[in-house]
C-alpha cells in the first residue's frame, strides 16, 4: 500500500518590466521676418484672407477659417479693439503650406496613435494579469492547505499500517503457538476470535483510509493542473505585456529620435515683401497648436516682434500649445503703436 508523494511544482513568474516613458521635445522655433515696410497697423484693422490651403493637412476651409477667426478674437478681446477683419480679399493671406515638415509630423502623430494603443493595450493586460496572479495566490494557498493536511493524513495513515501490521503479527504468532499445542482452550479461543475480530475492524477502516486519501490525492492533482495551467496564463499575459511594452518602447525611442533629429524648425513665417503680406504655417500638431501658431504671426501682421518672456504668445518658440496673450505681448502691442 504505498501513496505516491506528489510532486511539487515552483510557481515561475516572469518578472514584469514595463517602463514607458514618453519624452517629447516640442521646441519649433516661430521666425519674423523684420518688417522693413512697417507701418502703423493700429488704428485701421489689418484685413485678412485665406490664401493657399494645402489639402495635405487634413484641415477644412471652414475649420480654417474659424481658427483664424478665434485668432482675431483672442488679440482683440485682450486689446479691446477692433485689430482685424477677416475678408475675402484680405490683405495678409494666409497659407498652410505642406512639406516634409508636416509630413514628418503626421509621421509622428502616426507613432504617437501607436504608442496610446500600445500603453492601452498594456494597462488592460497588466489588469488582468493582477487579477490572475491575486486568483492564483488564493488557489495556491487551498491547494498548500489541503496538501498539508494530506500529508499528515497520510502519515497517520502509515502509522496505523504499522499498528495494524503489529497486532496481525502478533495475532499469528498466538495461533501458531496454540496450533504447535495442538489447540487452544476454550478461553484462548475466545479471545483470539475478539482479536481476529477487532483486525477485521481495523483492516475495513484502514481500507476507509485508504479510500479517503486517494480521493484527497486525485483532488490534489486535479487542483495542481489547474494551478499549473493558471500559472502558464499568468506567465504568457507577463509575457504578452513585456512584448507589447518593449514594441511600444521602442516606438518611444523612434518618436524622440525624429523629434531630436530635426530640432528646432520654422512652423510659421510672416511675411511682407514690398506690400505683399502673408503669412505662412508649415507645421502644427492639432488645431490648439494652429491657433497658437496663427495668434502669433498674426502678431507679426499686426507689426509686433518678439518679446523675452517665455510665456509671452510674441516669445520666438512655441513652448507649450497656450494661446494666452499676456501682459508682455500687450506692452509690446503698445510699444508698436506709438513708434
Ligand atoms: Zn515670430
Known sequence: MTLKQIARKLFLIA??????????????????????????????????????????????????????????????????????????NGRVKVNLVFDDRQSTTESLKKIMTDID????????????????RTQLEQKKKVFETQATEYGKSAKAYEGAVQN?????????????????QGGAT?????????????????????????????????????????????????????GTINQ????????????????EDRGEFETGLYTNDRGTESID??????????????????????GMEHTENQSAIMYPKLINQSVAITADDLALFQTTCVR
Open 186 to 238: 476454550e478461553e484462548a479461543y475466545n479471545d483470539l476470535l475478539k482479536e481476529k475480530k477487532k483486525l477485521d475492524a481495523q483492516l475495513k477502516d484502514l481500507k476507509k483510509q485508504e479510500s479517503d486519501l486517494l480521493s484527497l490525492h486525485n483532488t490534489l492533482q486535479k487542483k495542481q493542473t489547474e494551478l499549473n495551467d493558471l500559472v502558464a496564463k499568468v506567465n504568457a499575459t507577463a
Open 281 to 302: 504655417v508649415f507645421q502644427f500638431f492639432d488645431d490648439q497648436d494652429l491657433l497658437a501658431i496663427l495668434i502669433h504671426e498674426m502678431g507679426h501682421a499686426l
Open 164 to 180: 495494524y501490521q503489529a497486532d496481525l503479527k502478533k495475532y499469528s504468532q498466538e495461533v501458531e503457538r496454540w496450533n504447535a
Open 15 to 88: 518578472i514584469l518590466m514595463f517602463s514607458i516613458g514618453v519624452f517629447v521635445v516640442r521646441n519649433r522655433t516661430l521666425v519674423a521676418q523684420n518688417n522693413p515696410f512697417s507701418q502703423y497697423k493700429c488704428d485701421i484693422p489689418v484685413t485678412y484672407a485665406v490664401g493657399t490651403v494645402d489639402q495635405r493637412f487634413g484641415v477644412s476651409q471652414e475649420k480654417f477659417v474659424s481658427l483664424m477667426q478665434e485668432a482675431e478674437q483672442k488679440w482683440e478681446s485682450a486689446l479691446g479693439r477692433d485689430v482685424f477683419r477677416f475678408e475675402s
Open 244 to 259: 507589447i511594452a518593449g514594441k511600444t518602447n521602442s516606438k518611444v525611442s523612434d518618436y524622440n529620435q525624429t523629434q
Open 117 to 132: 494603443t500600445g500603453k492601452e493595450k498594456t494597462d488592460q493586460l497588466a489588469s488582468n494579469y493582477e487579477s490572475l
